[in-house]
């Protein structure tokens, strides 16, 4: 049964920090790109950052130089370490895997929620 499963979600100031975790099973994880969406209130759904099999990462423009992907095979997770948060980074935040060109695969999100 493949599962994703977000942790790690809450409430922080803006300027701070947050690491969020996915937890895959039921699949490999290691062989193919995972990913990290997110989904501001009233928004479309929106790819934030990819880490490619053998480790290479892509962002979006928007969370470029404060985000962080990165992976741990052995232990089946992948996080994502989130700094300066802005209002704007405010949304549920999805753990994602992409299988033959499509991003087939999904967690259930866990809600980040930047405020002073």
């Known amino acids: 049964q493949v599962q994703l499963v977000e942790s790690g979600g809450g409430t922080v100031q803006p300027g701070g920090s947050l690491r969020l975790s996915c937890a895959a099973s039921?699949?490999?994880?290691?062989?193919?790109?995972m990913g990290w969406y997110r989904q501001p209130p009233g928004k479309e759904r929106e790819l934030v950052a990819t880490?490619?099999?053998?480790?290479?990462?892509d962002y979006a423009d928007s969370v470029k130089g404060r985000f962080t992907i990165s992976k741990d095979n052995s232990k089946l997770t992948v996080y994502l370490q989130m700094d300066s948060l802005k209002f704007e980074d405010t949304a549920v935040y999805y753990c994602?895997?992409?299988?033959?060109?499509?991003?087939?695969?999904w967690g259930r999100g866990t809600q980040v929620t930047v405020s002073s």
């Open positions: 880490i490619f099999s053998g480790g290479a990462t």
């Open positions: 039921g699949f490999d994880m290691s062989t193919h790109p």
């Open positions: 994602a895997s992409r299988r033959f060109g499509v991003w087939g695969w």
